[in-house]
């Protein structure tokens, strides 16, 4: 079965939080964990994952916290996914080419390989941007009903 794992959908969450933050200003992991209903914990390991793939900064002492490290227009979702998860690979056969027997007769690698490469092209064509705004939207039409 094919299934996101909480770790990135946790990870996109907090991304999309911290696009929202508009003046830039670190927010606290504290609060993100509180405000996004993350165990503090995952939310650190998490955060410490984006940091080292350069997504976001976090900045020490009692007005310390973390932000992105760049404009959410930059930021493609396959970044935060492969910051996360790695390279996608949905099986096996596509990256190592030695793992199986039977790969010059395959029936499915073509169409695994087809697969993967829309999944790689629609992560990439989506910024971080995109759902920030969608979220906020949905936050304005939730306000004014």
């Known amino acids: ?8 959908d946790y990870g996109i969450q907090l991304m999309v939080a911290l696009a929202k933050e508009s003046d830039g200003r670190p927010i606290p992991t504290a609060k993100l964990s ?16 984006l940091m080292q793939a350069g997504l976001i900064n976090a900045s020490p002492g009692p007005r310390g916290g973390i932000k992105l490290s760049q404009s959410a227009e930059e930021i493609s979702i396959l970044e935060i996914a492969e910051s996360l ?5 949905i099986n096996n056969c596509l990256s190592e080419h030695d793992v199986c027997q039977k790969i ?10 087809t697969m ?3 999944i790689i092209s629609f992560l990439g ?8 705004k969608q979220e906020l ?3 304005l039409r939730a306000e004014h009903k």
Do not use: V, Y
Request: hydrophobic share 40%; proline share 4%; glycine share 6%.
């Open 34 to 49: 509180e405000m996004l209903d993350i165990p503090l914990p995952f939310l650190h390991q998490i955060g410490h994952s």
């Open 125 to 132: 064509g989506i910024n971080l941007d995109i759902l920030a």
């Open 104 to 113: 010059d007769e395959c029936t499915s690698q073509t169409m695994w390989a």
């Open 116 to 118: 993967q490469d829309q």
């Open 137 to 139: 939207a949905k936050s």
């Open 1 to 8: 079965m094919f299934r996101i794992s909480r770790k990135l």
């Open 85 to 89: 998860e790695g390279k996608i690979c």
